[in-house]
């Protein structure tokens, strides 16, 4: 079990230059993918290695040259390193209008960087209009196609449908960590779980899941040991995964992380591909049956309400929020979230963070969140 | 000894619009007439059809600003818990209206809302008209136009005018069972020629600006945008601009600029800030600098599309509107002011609380000062939100550029 998580740690921490090994090896071109939701099973299914672009540990140094520093650190971070060389790897690039920081470092991008394929999506932001459906299947459609332009091959909706299945597969892997964390927390550390996640970004799904098979069955195996410690539950951290070291705090501090509504967690596989219908419409379905998102307009779906069955399911006596300073939506959501949660007599805890670390002044705010939630 | 510049008659029928739009729509409630609050570049045509009274919190925000009341509504909606790194819009906009506080409120608060119609070129509208649908209860409509990215081609931006279209005709749909009347497209077509007309007299009027010296500068574009953002189709904005484009001719044949000795002619790049319309403007006249032109007020002049064919006209201009593409796309447009307006630098303004007009800026002002040789200066400011403006800062940085380019002279 050690050594599979040792191997996905190093996958996360440095995906790159293991990429540049794997192509070599391989052959295989890989497609970078901007968070959140570019459908890799299309990409996938053309024969190419969709990857998501997680945001590094390094310094920024060249990527205020070109942007603003009032920008999120997933967009900064991202452009820096490949401005540096960094993902000198990737054959392409598709960056989804998820916000306008996404819409415009798209263009900055490649005003800087050239990469044989390159693909803007765009995703309608309303998910409950009588178009949206239609609007999205015709965009993944024509996703598709430049796809099929890129690599002089048809991607058939056999290709599509060996895709998902793949894909899905490694989602129900990922659910059932999910439920034996839930059973018993304390057989997983939260950075382990958030590393297992990540890892499924950026590698090949099959290899993924083969490791991820490995791995359930010896933590199946452990003997659980029981312990009264605070449950939380982490949301937030948009198109980034959670810093481990405030993972790691949390857990040091006397807490344990029982579930989340994390990108890099729950928000990645929570949600199947319907198998049995036509791939696109069914890709298209999963985008707009998907979780509540800041960055999707719907009425009929109340991300606190999600929120907080997730909480009453897990039994968790609070709510971690992180929120990765300068995102927008998810800032503007944020009050409401805030009131909900109060009425709802849910302890929560807002941490804004920029990629630096369990600073002293996390540190301090959360040892007093979990002493409370302990009383 | 300077010219003394003939009297301004246009301004007379804007204060007058602006007296009676607000009149209007204090009233709307009592008359039992529908209220519709709107963005910028919505399709309020149709709108109008309906008899809505139609209110625009951009442009509340805008007053607020330069009334200097925004960052009162700002701190309003920081204490509900929203980011000082939110839009300073929606900031003073939720601020204003969660917090019901009209202490100070230029113009006493709005009227309650029956509808939201906006058109999502950014996710901070779609999130602040969101929170105002939860508040009011009150159905929220989005149209999409999609962003134009250099990548796209001429045959899909043509697809995203036609699905703008079929969106449009589905509103149509939506407000006739809203309402309960029928829709009429012989009044759509009325309201869309006049649209058309008063886009065009909008771009004669821009286009004034090439005149050397230029008659109007930035700053009084922005303070007549409003009848073009928020009176658009009704007739007293066709007179309104013809007046102003008459006085503007005036001026011209007379050889009298808004700068009296215009030096300099510079490129305002981006939002207004609009808290310092007034010292902005009086810094770059002590320097004989006039702001010839800007990207900004070219929004709203669209003009590219078939008036019999008024739905995709609309939709057409919310896919196709000067700001709403890339960074190929925006600094080919810039460039071509630069040339054409005789410009001599360019000012470039970071709103800090705008993404959308930021990211990429650095680019294309790049690009444009590479093309055409003319240097830029960046500026930090906001739209709304005076606490993020560093006054000394920004001077400074003017006054350097001013003698940059008096060197060059």
């Known amino acids: 079990m050690k050594r599979t998580l040792q191997l996905l740690k190093e996958i996360t921490e440095s995906p790159y230059s293991r990429l540049k090994l794997w192509k070599k090896e391989t052959g295989h071109k890989v497609i970078g993918c901007f968070p959140m939701y570019v459908p890799e099973e299309i990409i996938h299914a053309a024969g190419l290695l969709p990857v998501v672009l997680l945001e590094q540990e390094q310094t920024i140094t060249l990527a205020d040259n070109y942007i603003q520093p009032y920008i999120c650190s997933p967009v900064r971070s991202n452009l820096d390193l490949s401005l540096k060389g960094g993902m000198d790897c990737l054959d392409g690039l598709v960056f989804p209008d998820i916000c306008e ?219 971690l929020i992180i929120l990765i300073k300068y995102c927008e939506s998810h800032a503007l959501d944020y009050p409401r979230l805030k009131q909900c949660l109060s009425q709802d007599n849910m302890p929560h805890l807002l941490i804004e963070t920029d990629h630096s670390g369990a600073t002293g002044q996390i540190r301090t705010r959360l040892q007093a969140f979990i002493e409370m939630l302990q009383g | 000894m300077t010219v003394q510049a003939p009297v301004m008659k246009s301004r007379e029928i804007l204060r007058d619009l602006t007296d009676k739009y607000w009149k209007q729509v204090k009233e709307a409630p009592l008359q039992g007439r529908r209220v519709a609050w709107c963005s910028g570049i919505s399709p309020i045509d149709l709108l109008k059809v309906m008899d809505f009274t139609l209110v625009f919190p951009e442009n509340y925000a805008a007053t607020c600003g330069a009334r200097k009341v925004a960052t009162k509504n700002c701190e309003r909606a920081e204490s509900l818990g929203y980011s000082t ?78 699905q703008g279209t079929q969106q449009l005709r589905d509103i149509v749909v939506f407000l006739e069972q809203f309402t309960g009347k029928r829709f009429d497209y012989d009044k759509l077509q009325v309201s869309a020629d006049i649209s058309l007309q008063c886009n065009q007299l909008w771009c004669e009027v821009l286009e004034m600006g090439k005149h050397i010296p230029a008659p109007f500068t930035c700053f009084d574009y922005f303070n007549s945008l409003f009848p073009i ?26 050889n009298i600029g808004a700068i009296p000795q215009e030096k300099y002619r510079l490129y305002w790049d981006n939002i207004p800030i609009w808290f310092k319309l007034k010292e902005l403007s009086q810094k770059f006249a002590s320097y004989n600098a006039s702001l010839v032109t800007g990207i900004y007020p070219f929004a709203w002049a669209f003009t590219d599309f078939d008036p019999k064919k008024p739905l995709e006209g609309i939709a057409r201009n919310m896919v196709c509107y000067a700001t709403n593409t890339g960074i190929k796309g925006r600094s080919d447009f810039i460039t071509k002011l630069v040339q054409d307006y005789s410009v001599d630098g360019l000012v470039a303004q970071s709103s800090r609380s705008c993404r959308f007009m930021n990211i990429g800026q650095y680019d294309i002002i790049n690009i444009v000062t590479q093309r055409t040789g003319r240097p830029a200066v960046f500026i930090e400011g906001d739209m709304c939100d005076e606490r993020v403006y560093m006054e000394s800062e920004v001077n400074s940085k003017i006054d350097a550029f001013m003698e940059l380019l008096a060197q060059r002279k």
Not at chain 1, 213 to 231: D, F, I, N, V
Not at chain 2, 142 to 161: A, C, K, P, S
Not at chain 2, 229 to 254: A, I, N
Request: net charge negative.
């Open chain 1, 101 to 319: 920081p996404a819409q415009m470092i798209s263009e900055v991008w490649k005003m800087h960087q050239s990469v044989p394929f390159f693909h803007n999506m765009m995703v309608p932001v309303n998910t409950s209009a009588n178009y949206s459906l239609s609007h999205l299947t015709h965009e993944f459609s024509r996703m598709k196609t430049a796809l099929e332009k890129f690599t002089g091959r048809v991607i058939t909706q056999q290709d599509l449908k060996n895709s998902i299945a793949i894909y899905n597969g490694n989602r129900r892997l990922l659910q059932r960590l999910y439920q034996l964390r839930r059973e018993h927390p304390e057989r997983i550390a939260a950075r382990e779980v958030a590393t297992v996640v990540a890892s499924s970004m950026l590698m090949l799904k099959e290899e993924h899941s083969q490791l991820l098979g490995q791995l359930l069955e010896k933590l199946e195996a452990k003997t659980p040991t029981s312990t009264e410690r605070a449950r939380l539950v982490i949301s937030g951290s948009f198109c980034d995964m959670p810093e481990v070291d405030i993972l790691d705090l949390v857990e040091d501090l006397g807490a344990i992380v029982v579930d989340d509504d994390l990108y890099v967690g729950r928000r990645y596989f929570q949600t199947l591909v319907n198998e049995q219908e036509e791939p696109l419409t069914a890709l298209a379905k999963r985008y707009i049956d998907d979780v509540p998102c800041p960055t999707k307009y719907n009425p009929g779906k109340d991300w606190t309400q999600y929120l907080l069955k997730l909480c009453q399911e897990t039994k968790a006596d609070g709510v």
């Open chain 2, 85 to 162: 790194d939110v839009c300073s819009y929606a900031r003073n906009g939720l601020g204003a209206v969660l917090s019901g506080d009209v202490e100070h409120d230029p113009v006493d608060g709005l009227p309650r809302p029956d509808l939201l119609l906006i058109n999502n070129y950014c996710l901070p509208i779609v999130k602040w008209f969101e929170e105002l649908s939860r508040f009011y209860k009150v159905p929220l409509i989005i149209v999409e136009q999609g962003f134009r990215h250099d990548t796209l081609n001429q045959q899909e931006i043509e697809d995203m005018v036609r």
């Open chain 2, 229 to 254: 953002m928020c009176l658009k189709g009704e007739p007293g904005t066709v007179s309104y601009y013809q007046q102003l484009k008459s006085d503007l001719t005036e001026r011209m044949s007379r």
